[in-house]
């Protein structure tokens, strides 16, 4: 299997980043909203930062969280997915970023029985979809 990246990608990562939504399929999440937490990794080829200290050649991960929150605070959605999706379409917005993973944490889900956290996770491609290469045979 080879890489699916011409160059190897490096990370930067936010986490526990804090929104308050109105999110949920349930009419008391819409009226009331709650505390959302969220984690973003991003994928992207650092080399040009650290080569030239350039803000300009990376992602400025206060603007990124920033642009998070406020993707987390804007329209309500039934299903904490969607946010993922809407967060994940932010981060991938700035042209360096590969890869992202997301995670919607809803810690205050409406659930009968005891519980630490409730979350989501999704990976996303800049290209919309993951390339693995596969080789058999002799070359």
């Given at each position: 299997m080879t890489a699916a990246f011409d160059s190897p990608l490096d990370t930067i990562t936010?986490?526990?980043?804090?929104?308050?939504?109105?999110h949920?399929?349930?009419e008391e999440e819409r009226r009331n909203g709650q505390v959302f937490v969220i984690d973003v990794m991003v994928h992207l080829d650092l080399r040009?930062?650290?080569?030239?200290?350039?803000?300009?050649?990376?992602?400025?991960?206060?603007?990124?969280?920033?642009d998070v929150v406020a993707a987390v605070e804007s329209d309500p959605v039934d299903l904490i997915e969607t946010v993922a999706?809407?967060?994940?379409?932010v981060?991938?917005?700035h042209a360096s970023v590969k890869v992202v993973v997301v995670t919607i944490h809803?810690?205050?889900?409406?659930i009968t029985v005891?519980?630490?956290?409730?979350a989501v996770t999704i990976t996303r491609f800049a290209d919309a979809s993951p390339r693995t290469t596969i080789g058999f045979g002799k070359r």
């Open positions: 936010l986490t526990g980043l804090r929104a308050s939504g109105f949920g399929v349930l040009a930062a650290a080569d030239t200290d350039d803000l300009e050649q990376t992602v400025h991960y206060g603007a990124l969280a920033e999706e809407r967060v994940a379409s981060a991938l917005a809803k810690p205050s889900a409406p005891p519980f630490d956290d409730v």
